[in-house]
């Protein structure tokens, strides 16, 4: 089994930054894929980033391109995501994933990955 655990939500303003954080317990070693996902209230869950084990490359969502920055440290089973300029749109519920699959092809849906976080409360004021 693999256990998730996200770290870093809070609440900021508008043009303010946050660094989130996913560790990874248990059977690290079967995880490959791994992704962020965020969930707003009354709307469905919506894909953020995603990232292969070795690192490269990072995909995200057009919302959060160039403004969010994905990386991974596999020797500290930790992921992390870099939010810059956090807008009010992307308050929400941030959610790590991973997949036992190295390389996900269909890394933008949440089906392609095995194991999830509880989530981390992320909330942006104007």
């Known amino acids: 089994q693999v256990q998730l655990v996200e770290s870093g939500g809070g609440l900021v303003q508008a043009g303010d930054s946050l660094n989130l954080s996913c560790a990874v317990s248990g059977r690290t070693f079967s995880t490959g894929s791994m992704g962020w996902f965020r969930q707003a209230p009354g709307k469905e869950r919506e894909f953020v980033a995603a990232?292969?084990?070795?690192?490269?490359?990072?995909y995200y969502a057009d919302s959060v391109e160039g403004r969010f920055t994905l990386s991974r440290d596999n020797a500290e089973n930790t992921m992390y995501l870099q939010m810059n300029s956090l807008k009010p749109e992307d308050t929400a519920v941030y959610s790590c994933a991973a997949s036992v699959q190295v390389l996900v092809t269909t890394y933008w849906q949440p089906s392609a990955y095995n194991y999830w976080g509880q989530g981390t409360q992320v909330t942006v004021s104007s």
């Open positions: 990232i292969r084990r070795n690192g490269r490359p990072a």
